[in-house]
């Protein structure tokens, strides 16, 4: 069953709950716009209804139920934790979770006005959370992993854009795209034990109040695996100017790191474009509102001095 054969609707959130949670089936219900894998429900002002919408793996959910109420105490900003579990049923064979909501407006329909201090608030988040991590962590898969493991997934993306479609960030060379991912290709694996990685920062993926970072949210691809991954957030979610900033927060990055971070950040990059370019042209899954936010991270990618 894909998702798009379960029609998703407020009164279906409230039977489930009403089956399974019957003390929260009052509380009010709002749908929330976007979502990936999974549609969101608000519930009430504190909490959130996540109901998976693609595949049938139970595993995502799962991994955020068991991880995320251990990591939240140590991070220094806020991200949904389970409160509720849901079980699937003959209503609906998916998986579902009530969540904490996370205050905010998502990165790619606001903005970040006050760069230094996102920058020194995204430093000390993945400094705290990048630990080494546990030997029963969920291994790195399609996140977390050196960038040569992703060579298919780069040279999609960017077979499918149309680079001078570039609006206001202007063309892109597609030399210096690749310059930068085969520097990544060829940079050495982490030296390190695995850390805790968020894995997939992007505008979808952080909240924004009061013009700078206010919490991080949907950790499906949370891993053990190379940091380079989040640290390539300092191009993706930042502004101009302010990955300097946040890479004196964070601490010493060794040049490797860096190199596979900034090729990581690219490739991120195109996959926004590509995301906003299906979006336009009014195909399943598009994101009109990521094309401009991939445009603008690969600009700095490209283009920032970190001096």
Known sequence: MT???IEMTPDLVRDLLREQHPDLAGLPIREVEGGWGNQMWRLGDDLAVRMQRMGDSPVPQLKERRWLPLLAPRLPLPIPTPVRSGTPSERFPK??????WVQGTPLDQGSITRGD???DKLADFLKALHVEAPADAPDASVFGVHPRECTDGFEHFLGSLD???????GDFAEKDIRAVWDDAVAAVDWPGPPVWVHGDLHPANVVVAEGTLAGVVDFEAVCAGDPAWDLAAAWVLLPSGAASRFFDGYGRVDEATFTRARGLAVMKSLFLMLMGQNGDRGLPGGKPLWG???????DRVLHDSLV
């Not at 998986?95 to 904490?100: D, K, P, Q």
């Not at 401009?292 to 690969?298: E, H, K, Q, S, T």
């Open 3 to 5: 998702g798009s054969e």
């Open 95 to 100: 998986m579902w979770t009530v969540m904490t």
């Open 117 to 119: 201090h996102a920058a």
């Open 163 to 169: 680079l001078g479609d570039s609006g206001g960030s």
């Open 292 to 298: 401009p936010a991939g445009r603008a991270a690969l």
